[in-house]
């Protein structure tokens, strides 16, 4: 009768043990579900809040010029950022002549766009080699024109070397309007199907 007593009382005290732990796992559970629904509840939040873009809609034809207009912040470079897929689109959907761009291999979509940004970016090499930088092969002359059309021709004849004048890494030794002409200078050689400008205007003079 001892030995039926014990035992009953250590499967009493095991069962008790047991509904413990399924309550602690239970509870772990749901610990975590709320953890994740606390964090969706703040990505939502978020979109919502710190949404750039909202019912944006825009048509470009072909060979039509426009410009993109407004305060900081308001999403200007966002856009190009999307066009050329650094960030994924989210909502909605980019087409060029008709086919969504995430539909496209980037190095498809980025050969056909030329684009110069605010923050010129210029190599440890030539002027020549800077603004032939995609097309290595092509002839000086068409060099010489894309930075004619730049108005970046007579300052560079200016220089030590001419064309062959070597400016440091991100055009150390060249002011920064000089920079950004050579800069559209290299946009306009690669003759993309389309330009994009973005402030990259903003270091020059009134000339």
Do not use: W
């Amino acid at each position: 009768m001892l030995f039926f007593l014990v035992v009953l009382a250590e499967c009493l005290v095991l069962l008790f043990f047991l509904d413990m732990l399924f309550f602690l796992v239970v509870l772990a559970e749901c610990l975590v579900l709320l953890f994740l629904f606390a964090l969706f509840g703040l990505y939502v939040l978020f979109e919502v809040l710190f949404e750039v873009l909202f019912d944006f809609d825009l048509e470009v034809e072909p060979g039509q010029k426009i410009a993109l207009v407004g305060s900081t912040g308001s999403g200007k470079t966002t856009v190009v950022n999307l066009l050329m897929r650094f960030y994924p689109v989210d909502s909605g959907e980019i087409l060029v002549d008709g086919v969504n761009i995430m539909d496209m291999k980037r190095s498809f979509l980025r050969d056909n766009i030329a684009i110069v940004l605010q923050d010129t970016v210029l190599f440890s090499n030539t002027i020549d080699s800077n603004i032939a930088y995609s097309e290595p092969y092509v002839e000086k002359e068409l060099v010489v024109k894309a930075a004619k059309h730049a108005q970046a021709h007579s300052f560079i004849k200016g220089l030590p070397d001419s064309y062959d004048t070597i400016v440091g890494e991100r055009g150390l030794g060249i002011s920064g309007g000089q920079k950004q002409r050579v800069s559209i200078a290299r946009a306009l050689l690669k003759d993309a199907d389309v330009l994009i400008l973005d402030d990259s205007t903003s270091a020059l003079d009134v000339n």
